[in-house]
């Protein structure tokens, strides 16, 4: 982050808020001229720093609210083992996030499902089928308290209270 400056974060910050402001949009929100602002936004997605442009869908509305976590525990932690099972995960529609992770658990998977019977059968018929897995831990969400995708961009000068 240490090439960004504060015009680069606010874009960056309004960005995250709303991805379809049109370039004079934004510009009136960081106070520059339109041209400055495409520039640097173009800047910002070269360099990688804005990934890409998305719809965030409501999963109540499309019958996919039954959020569990799992972790998910291998047999063999090894190079080929643990890359096999990340390769599988990403071809299976409903884990929505997946991490490899340190400590008892080898991976945290984030699952969208319409009900419990359907999440039943795609742990019996999906997960479980997935070789070099040991053990699968569901974690069932019971509400949710605050989800965002907007992540923090404070100055280099402010530090956590």
Do not use: W
Not at 21 to 40: D, H, I, M, Q
Not at 81 to 102: H, L, N
Not at 130 to 143: G, P
Request: charged content about 30%.
């Amino acid at each position: 982050m240490d090439n960004l400056d504060e015009i680069d974060k606010k874009i960056l910050r309004e960005l995250q808020e709303n991805s379809r402001l049109t370039t004079k949009e934004l510009a009136g929100k960081v106070n520059l001229s339109t041209t400055p602002v495409y520039e640097r936004v173009k800047r910002l997605e070269n360099e990688g720093y804005i990934k890409k442009y998305v719809a965030v869908l409501d999963p109540e509305k499309l019958n996919l609210g039954f959020t569990v976590y799992v972790n998910v525990e291998l047999v063999r932690q090894s190079y080929q083992g643990v890359q096999t099972f990340a390769d599988r995960v990403k071809d299976i529609p409903e884990v929505t996030e997946c991490y490899s992770v340190a400590g008892k658990t080898d991976f945290i998977l984030k699952i969208h499902a319409p009900s419990m019977r359907y999440y039943k059968e795609f742990v019996l018929g999906v997960l479980g089928r997935i070789d070099n897995v040991k053990h699968i831990d569901s974690i069932f969400v019971m509400s949710e308290v605050k989800h965002t995708t907007t992540l923090p961009l404070g100055t280099s000068a402010d530090s956590p209270a």
